[in-house]
Structure formats: structure tokens, C-alpha cells
């Protein structure tokens, strides 16, 4: 199947904890984005890369680090988890920053 | 900073009505996508409008953009329940060094009652 994928698709995890997400596309795209939806489901772009190298950094705290290792991988690190990180993260890709994205299955992220 | 509004943020209709759903953006743009989220589940494309009078058809659904007057719609034709889910639309600006950027509309949650 060609897809966007995330991996877990569910991680329930304590404050202050360090935790990842991955996410892999098999649709030859160049360019992959993470996005957080909050409880509200309004949903905001976080990061975008295009063939590995940081385009979109937003307003986000550091303790976010994205890490591309190849143009189909985009993964999401968190450091220090609080209460506010609890949310639903989308990655997302397309052929580039003009084209539709197509988004991932999701990862629900709690935070207790 | 590019504002985008939806409205109605909530619609309950009837099944066999028609309905539209409006999306108003600030900033130049002739790129406005259109995706449709179900409960618990990822974002499907529903239209891509990358110009000024396109309009998309499927299905029940039909989607315009009138690049001048800044405003996209999303008709819904003679509603079935399979359409309740939310619609989001999404626009980047022309211009700017964030003209790569998709901003999101607040979605509008459609819900079709028998």
C-alpha cells in the first residue's frame, strides 16, 4: 500500500518523559510536515522538510526536535513532556510545498 | 498573519437538503485545498482549487473558490448520512517567506440526520 505511516498510533506516557514518533511515506514525495491537533481539533502545522532539510520551523517550544534521516522519513522527538503536549500529531507529505498533502493515520499522544 | 474562517463551524441538516459551507481566507491566495476528517481518523483530500473560478465536483460535493472575493464554498446536495464528518479548508498565501504554509480553517462539523 502506498501510504503515509505513523508509528504508535496510540502513546499514553507520564510528565517529563522523552518520547518519539516516526513516520514513513512510500509516495516518493520530497517534502513532509508534522502538524498537532488539539483537543478543539483546530490543527497547526509544527514543522515541514523538503529532500531532508528544515523549511518550516513554527513557534514551537525545543523541546520538539524533528529529524529527518531521509526524504520518506520524518520523525518527531519530545523531550520533557507536559500536560499541554497531549494531542493528536499528523504527519504529512507531499510531491512538494505546492502540491495537496496527504496525511498519516495519527498518533494520539496522553499525557498524564 | 493569514487568517482563515469556516462558518458554519457546525451543521446539523436533514438528509436529502442542500447545504454550503463557507471559507473566507485574508491574504491573496489562489491555493485552497479542501479535506474531510471522520472521527478519530486522518485527513482524506477531498479538492484541490488552484484558481480563480475553479470548481471541483464529487459526488455529492462540490467545491469553488472566487480568488477576488477571497472565499471558497463547499456545496453539499441532497445530504445522505455517509457525509457527517468534518470538513476542514486549508489555503497558503502567494507571497511571503511563509508561502509554504497550509493554515487551517477551525473545520466545520457536518452532521446528516435520517
Known amino acids: 500500500d502506498t501510504a503515509v505511516s505513523q508509528t504508535p498510533k496510540y502513546l499514553v506516557t507520564q510528565m517529563g518523559n522523552d518520547k518519539s514518533i516516526k513516520c514513513e511515506q512510500n509516495?516518493?514525495?520530497?517534502?513532509m510536515y508534522w502538524y498537532k491537533q488539539d483537543s478543539k481539533k483546530f490543527l497547526k502545522i509544527m514543522f515541514s522538510y523538503n529532500n531532508k532539510e528544515l523549511i518550516i520551523n513554527e513557534t514551537v517550544p525545543n523541546r520538539f526536535s524533528p529529524k529527518s534521516p531521509d526524504k520518506a522519513h520524518l520523525n518527531l522527538h519530545i523531550n520533557s513532556l507536559e500536560l499541554g503536549d497531549s494531542a493528536v500529531y499528523f504527519c504529512?507529505?507531499?510531491?512538494?510545498?505546492?502540491?495537496?498533502?496527504?496525511f498519516g493515520p495519527g498518533t494520539r499522544l496522553t499525557v498524564l | 498573519e493569514l487568517k482563515v474562517e469556516q462558518n458554519p463551524l457546525f451543521l446539523s441538516m436533514q438528509e436529502g437538503k442542500n447545504y454550503t459551507i463557507y471559507c473566507n481566507y485574508s491574504?491573496?491566495?489562489?491555493?485552497l485545498y479542501w479535506y474531510r476528517q471522520d472521527p478519530g481518523k486522518s485527513l482524506e483530500s477531498l479538492f484541490v482549487l488552484l484558481s480563480n473560478g475553479a470548481v471541483k465536483q464529487e459526488g455529492r460535493l462540490m467545491a469553488s473558490l472566487d480568488t477576488k472575493a477571497r472565499l471558497s464554498t463547499l456545496h453539499i446536495t441532497a445530504a445522505v448520512h455517509d457525509l457527517s464528518a468534518t470538513y476542514f479548508c486549508a489555503v497558503a498565501p502567494n507571497s511571503g517567506g511563509s508561502n509554504y504554509k497550509l493554515t487551517f480553517g477551525k473545520g466545520t462539523l457536518l452532521t446528516v440526520n435520517p
Open positions: 504529512a507529505s507531499s510531491v512538494d510545498h505546492y502540491n495537496e498533502q496527504f
Open positions: 509516495l516518493g514525495h520530497d517534502t
Open positions: 491574504t491573496t491566495s489562489d491555493r
